[in-house]
């Protein structure tokens, strides 16, 4: 066997005396797609950032091409040919995207000055090759979380590094994007280029790694060749136990209309959207990537500029020009940038949970702690959050448990419908299990649920209709046992 691009043997890593990797071990081959798995928590975030420079290990040693390295900072990690593409978002919205991409290294040209000409046309060259259908010049603050999360992945590619660590890279795109960076990956697999691949969608794994790894814990269980694993085994090698299934899905719909909207229409394009949804129902409703899914939901939470259309709840006709006025009319809205907009990352887990039902936790302009300490008490025991104290920071939780707290805060309000935009991004498969039972439990106990996901699997495994958005507008709507793949896609493009 050739030496391996990278390997790495014995990490260790601990934060003030708690262990977050114990023995992380890793093998990568030149030309291949070696897929790091694990759940939340189980030592991956630690492990590349170690690689990439950001946290210095304890113990263990890392070899790049069979020499021993120890990166300080990711400037050193890039220089040696390592680059990453990171989970967490990290743009300079006020900047474009070109400058984005080559922050820090941008072409100079006369007088000492940037060259924005020429950093235009290599910025629209790379995006090109990967078919990204982005504007140099776009401001990234005008850009959806799916295009942001392009760009992002154009930089990592840009650097030509021979390890290119990509990091949940498509969890906030659709299948089309998400094409379109599989053959990206294609093609420096053929350059012999080195993929880590980082992905909670198992389904993808299966269809472009060629190794595999697992963490679990803080420490790693297993490796081998993918083909000679099913999914079954490596579900459970991950979570360390057995799923009995993976779609948890007991709800029935009832006849009763909870939500009806017709003509709903918002600046970004949406238009002519008209629909139903009952009580009991999970009403899914999928699209590519801008495709208007996300601003339906933003329009009946009351964030889009123009309130055209009829919106009627219960039967009543309500006018929702606000977040507040959505939350009196029982809605909840999980968005898919939990740390963008779900979360507020400097506060603590029940600051969070709190934070939709201020008014109803204290006497007047003064908060009661003992209420605000119950609240948080009774979500954290309901969907089972794995903190230490309910004063924890929420920015020091999994992903998973992240997610959870998010739906604890809506859960507060004690909502009639729920919106869920992408609410399984960036979760492993143990915390997706457990946010299907919490759609379905609610869905069962008379809520109404509307599901936005990118994942086909997802929306067909969990919705009894699906809305198909195309172009802003409805490509139409789908159920029973016209529900399968080919028919999504079909209307979706």
């Known amino acids: 066997m050739s030496e391996p691009l990278l390997e790495a043997e014995g990490l260790r890593k601990s934060f003030s ?52 390295v120890a990166f300080s900072s990711p400037s050193e990690a890039l220089a040696a040919g390592i680059s990453i593409i990171e989970q967490e978002l990290s743009p300079v919205p006020a900047m474009t995207v070109a400058e984005n991409i080559y922050l820090g290294r941008e072409p100079i040209g006369r007088f000492g000055r940037v060259d924005f000409e020429n950093m235009n046309i290599a910025a629209a060259a790379l995006l090109e090759r990967l078919r990204f259908v982005l504007a140099p010049t776009d401001l990234m603050m005008d850009l959806s979380v799916a295009e942001v999360q392009l760009v992002e992945i154009a930089k990592a590619l840009s650097y030509d590094s021979d390890v290119i660590i990509m990091d949940e ?46 963490f679990r814990d803080g420490r790693f269980v297993e490796a081998g060749d993918l083909a000679d694993v099913s999914k079954d085994r490596l579900v459970q090698l991950i979570v360390g136990r057995k799923l009995s299934e993976e779609f948890v899905k007991e709800n029935v719909p009832r006849d009763e209309i909870a939500l009806s909207v017709e003509g709903l229409a918002s600046r970004n394009g949406v238009r002519d959207v008209a629909f139903e949804a009952r009580r009991g129902e999970i009403l899914g409703f999928y699209g590519l990537m801008g495709s208007g899914r996300t601003e339906i939901f933003e329009r009946l939470f009351g964030l889009a500029h123009e309130h055209a259309g009829e919106i009627r709840i219960g039967g009543e006709k309500v006018m929702l020009r606000s977040p507040a006025d959505a939350i009196s009319a029982g809605l909840a809205f999980v968005t898919e940038d939990r740390k963008g907009s779900g979360l507020v990352l400097t506060e603590d887990v029940r600051a969070n949970i709190c934070l939709a039902r201020l008014g109803a936790l204290g006497f007047g302009p003064v908060m009661s702690r003992r209420r ?46 729920l919106l869920l935009d992408e609410p399984t991004r960036g979760v492993d498969v143990g915390a997706k299990r457990e946010i299907y039972r919490i759609m379905s439990d609610f869905a069962a106990a008379g809520g109404t649920v509307l599901l936005v996901s990118s994942e086909v699997d997802e929306v067909l495994g969990m919705a009894d209709r699906v809305v198909v958005m195309r172009d802003g507008r409805m490509a139409g709507t789908i159920s029973g046992a016209d529900m399968n793949a080919q028919n999504l896609l079909h209307l979706a493009t």
């Not at 080195?194 to 472009?208: C, N, P, T």
Request: glycine fraction near 12%.
């Open 372 to 417: 605000e300490a119950d609240a948080a008490e009774r979500m954290i025991a309901m969907f089972d959050i794995k903190t230490a104290s309910d004063r924890l920071g929420v920015v020091n939780l999994s992903g998973g448990n992240q997610q959870k707290v998010v739906l604890g805060k809506w859960f507060l309000t004690e909502p009639r419908i």
């Open 17 to 68: 005396g708690v262990a977050a990797l114990v023995d992380g071990r890793f093998r990568l081959r030149a030309g291949s797609v070696h897929a790091l798995c694990g759940g939340n928590g189980a030592g991956k975030s630690t492990f590349l950032k170690i690689l990439m420079g950001i946290h210095a290990r304890d113990a263990g040693e890392v070899r790049l091409r069979g020499r021993p």
């Open 169 to 214: 890279p498509t969890s906030a795109l659709g299948e089309h994007e998400a094409d379109h960076l599989f053959q990206a990956i294609s093609a420096l697999k053929a350059e012999g280029k080195g993929i880590v691949y980082v992905s909670h969608r198992l389904s993808e794994i299966f269809d472009i790694a060629d190794d595999y790894t697992v």
